[in-house]
């Protein structure tokens, strides 16, 4: 185990000396943070190109300058803390969300270890993954944070805390809200098998979620929901959807096929979770094969799951699904 968790260390920390990789993500957090914590903005309401002098607008992408932030309130939260400890350095500031997310990742694969059944195959399913080295560690991407939450969650229920498990899932989803696909799976299974649920823990996390965030930014928070449709609407060029539109499928037609499919398999993943087998890898495997905006990173909502769980389904499906997009991280 312990040359296993070597080697992932070594993995996942190897792209912290590179400069950011494929992707200019973390200069949109380092914007949205800025808005609010230097220019007195709401991140929600004000869109980047307000505050076009700012250091950071130049370096994010293009497609986020007219935007407002797409992220729930406590990842912004946080990242208002990070605009104000990194000052004016695009540097420190790139670097510190990258830091952050290696840090994640290490994280996801203890945690991972910690509540398989094969600990070092888990760890090694993880972190020796170089796909998501390569979008953590290089590109600071907060999908890590989301996941690293929802892990800690899975870890303290094991361990019998269950109210701290509550808070955990609570704080995953006002980080990113596709955690709330993964917790009713989670809640059924836990109810089939007679295992407390730690409700009051995820309703004060989340009051105390909501309580700030409509004080720092009024009710708009709540319009991170939005890029949701918008996602259906447009697509990613590596997306399934997007693939069956290039062979002449329209791309309306291909989505909804795909979500109404999708649809269908999460009411059987129910049924599954209420019989006492949350399938959350399987689960997520689905959800990025019909979802229309699809990207590399998104890959640590299913692999850390896969490696957890003794289903072979759902870890031969992540496994597809790396070499699929490892096309779309190392062009050729």
């Known amino acids: 185990m312990g040359a296993v968790l070597a080697v992932a260390v070594a993995i996942q920390l190897a792209p912290l000396t590179a400069p950011v990789l494929l992707s200019t ?15 007195g903005a709401n991140p929600y309401e004000v869109t980047p190109i307000g505050f076009a002098n700012d250091p950071a607008f130049k370096r994010m992408g293009a497609q986020w300058r007219e935007t407002t932030s797409v992220y729930g309130p406590a990842f912004t939260l946080a990242s208002e803390g ?36 094969r600990p070092a195959f888990a760890a090694a399913f993880v972190g020796w993954n170089p796909l998501l080295a390569v979008h953590f560690a290089g590109g600071g991407h907060n999908d890590a944070w989301m996941m690293a939450l929802v892990f800690a969650a899975l870890a303290l229920a094991a361990s019998g805390r269950r109210q701290l498990a509550g808070a955990a899932w609570a704080l995953s989803i006002a980080v990113k809200w596709v955690a709330l696909v993964f917790l009713p799976l989670r809640a059924l299974e836990a109810r089939r098998e007679g295992r407390r649920v730690g409700h009051a823990g995820f309703a004060a996390a989340a009051a105390v ?36 539109e290039s062979i002449g499928i329209p791309h309306g037609a291909a989505v909804g096929v795909l979500v109404g499919l999708f649809g269908l398999a999460y009411l059987w993943l129910l049924r599954e979770a ?13 959800l990025l094969v019909a979802a229309p905006w699809l990207v590399p990173w998104y890959l ?22 790396t070499a699929y997009l490892l096309r779309d991280a190392v062009p050729l």
């Open 25 to 39: 993500d973390v200069y949109s957090y380092w914007d949205y943070g800025r808005l609010a914590a230097v220019h």
């Open 82 to 117: 990070h605009a104000k400890a990194v000052g004016d350095s695009a540097a420190a500031a790139a670097w510190a969300y990258k830091a952050l997310a290696a840090l994640a990742m290490l994280a996801i694969t203890w945690l991972a270890a910690r509540v398989a059944a």
């Open 209 to 244: 979620v909501i309580g700030v965030a409509t004080w720092r930014y009024g009710l708009s928070w709540l319009d991170a929901f939005g890029p949701v449709g918008r996602n259906l609407r447009e697509g990613s060029r590596y997306s399934i959807p997007g693939r069956l």
């Open 274 to 286: 209420w019989r006492g087998h949350a399938r959350l890898g399987l689960a997520a495997g689905l």
């Open 300 to 321: 640590v909502w299913t692999v850390p799951f896969a490696a957890v769980e003794e289903d072979g389904t759902a870890q031969v499906l992540a496994l597809a699904l």
